[in-house]
């Protein structure tokens, strides 16, 4: 059901009745005219004019004709004042398309109480169809209802549900059981689409329990009913985080979506739910779980190693030692011809997992500004732990130019194919970091990196006006 015809049934409710011709154009407002003047109009029915008013141009109106005001419909919430106003509005008898359409429109604009007796009058008009429906198919068996179509229910898009309900009837006393059961489940379409809504607003105003119940009620007649199954297992999990039986059933409910609505826009959320509520089964609980998780994030975090002093983590006291008495430089050669620094897959399922958090991104930072410090004063071991601590988890431009200006300094056998990668990838790091040296203190250090980069990548290097650093 639209706005627009949520619009249609309150101005039903508040206007006199009216007897409008068969057939006869909708009153279209002083912005919007009828396209003709004459086409779809009786004959002898005055033209509509294009004033102020938007009144007739010619001629009196029919006796009983509704009056032109030539103003625009109402607003969503200049109707909802009317409606607030208009005395014994929730009791008056209404058809389910009317009550159902107030309810939405309560709902749609942020006053779901006040949509909850709508939608029970509503679904009112359903309670037979209901009942009928569930007897049917019963006596079904194991036997699929029908579609309406292969039914041949005869109904449209525009079909009331009172009058579907009436034919589902009809079908019923006949013994067609199939039948009766297709079309009663037809008419009962709509009727879950307001009941899930119902759901929603009981939610949302507070009330999670009745708002469970009704979910169920609409997977009792459609156990793959997207809204409803969804809105369970999510409340489920919200809600009754300490009951395993009802995680469980949050659990598969969530699956059963999955394998009923598999490209639904909420598939990845519910995927990643289904996985959440199975781990919490597994832990006795939601409270357990998430203090496992807290651990475990703590453990992670504690193999990176990411202390504030690097060089206390992985220094000389590490057993790494200073490699000449912290003499060496990139231009020494030599060192030990250990292998290169790798990444542990412990370490990998570690960056994969940990929380990114403002306080982990900053401590990154620092670690890296520590690393070029090092490098600076010819510390490559220390450079070295500092780098690996990084890498996993910002393997960025900057770290790589670091990384691999310190593997060229301890004269590592995979320094030229990190160098490679990271001049390859961002040569504008690696001269950045020729600036950092020489800001530091290490003028010496800044030019054999630039002379190096130079001789890797002369495209860049002219572009760059390496020379001109050179010759300073």
């Not at 005055?46 to 008013?53: D, I, K, N, W, Y």
């Not at 809204?227 to 809600?239: I, N, V």
């Not at 990139?330 to 620094?341: I, K, S, Y």
């Not at 890498?391 to 160098?419: F, H, N, S």
Request: charge should be neutral; include cysteine.
């Amino acid at each position: 059901m639209t706005l627009s015809l949520a619009l249609t049934a309150a101005a039903l409710l508040a206007a006199e009745p009216t007897n409008l011709p068969a057939g006869h154009p909708t009153l279209g407002s002083e912005s919007q005219p009828p396209a003709a003047t004459s086409q779809g109009l009786p004959p002898g029915h005055p033209t509509f004019g294009s004033g102020a008013s938007g009144s007739a141009a010619q001629g009196p109106m029919p006796e009983g004709h509704p009056p032109m005001t030539g103003r625009a419909p109402p607003t969503a919430q200049e109707l909802l004042e009317q409606l607030d106003g208009m005395q014994g509005l929730r009791e008056r008898e209404k058809t389910f398309e009317i009550a159902s359409s107030l309810g939405k429109l309560y709902y749609t604009n942020g006053r779901a109480a006040d949509a909850i007796p709508y939608f029970l009058q509503a679904e009112e008009k359903g309670k037979a169809t209901r009942e009928l429906f569930l007897a049917q198919r019963k006596k079904l068996g194991k036997a699929a209802v029908q579609g309406p179509a292969e039914a041949n229910c005869g109904f449209s898009a525009m079909t009331p549900v009172e009058e579907m309900a009436v034919a589902a009837q009809a079908r019923a006393k006949k013994g067609d059981t199939a039948g009766a059961a297709a079309c009663a489940r037809a008419a009962l379409e709509p009727v879950l689409e307001v009941e899930s809504m119902r759901a929603n607003a009981f939610f949302l105003s507070g009330d999670a329990a009745a708002a469970l119940k009704t979910y169920e009620r609409v997977l009792e007649v459609s156990p793959t009913y997207a809204d409803a199954l969804f809105g369970r297992s999510a409340l489920l999990y919200e809600t009754k985080g300490e009951d395993l039986k009802a995680l469980q059933a949050a659990h598969e409910g969530f699956e059963a979506f999955l394998a009923a609505h598999p490209d639904s826009p909420r598939a990845t959320l519910a995927r990643k739910l289904g996985r959440m509520t199975d781990e919490a089964v597994k832990a006795g609980g939601l409270t357990k779980w998430q203090a496992s998780r807290a651990e475990d994030r703590n453990i992670r975090a504690s193999k990176l190693n990411l202390s504030p002093n690097p060089m206390m983590a992985q220094g000389p006291m590490a057993g790494g030692g200073l490699r000449g008495g912290g003499q060496a430089g990139p231009m020494a050669g030599g060192g030990d011809n250990t292998a290169a620094p790798t990444v542990s897959q412990e370490t990998m399922q570690a960056m994969q997992n940990v929380e990114r958090t403002p306080e982990l991104e900053a401590q990154l930072t620092q670690t890296v500004e520590q690393g070029e410090e090092l490098l600076a004063k010819g510390r490559y071991d220390e450079a070295l732990a500092a780098y690996r601590q990084v890498m996993p988890l910002r393997p960025d431009g900057r770290v790589k130019a670091g990384l691999a200006w310190t593997l060229v300094g301890l004269g590592k056998p995979t320094a030229d194919r990190v160098w490679g990668v990271a001049v390859g990838s961002d040569p504008a790091a690696v001269d950045q970091l020729g600036e950092t040296l020489k800001a530091k203190g290490d003028a010496n250090g800044a030019k054999a990196l630039w002379t190096k980069l130079a001789a890797s990548a002369p495209d860049y290097a002219a572009k760059a006006s390496l020379q001109a650093k050179l010759s300073q």
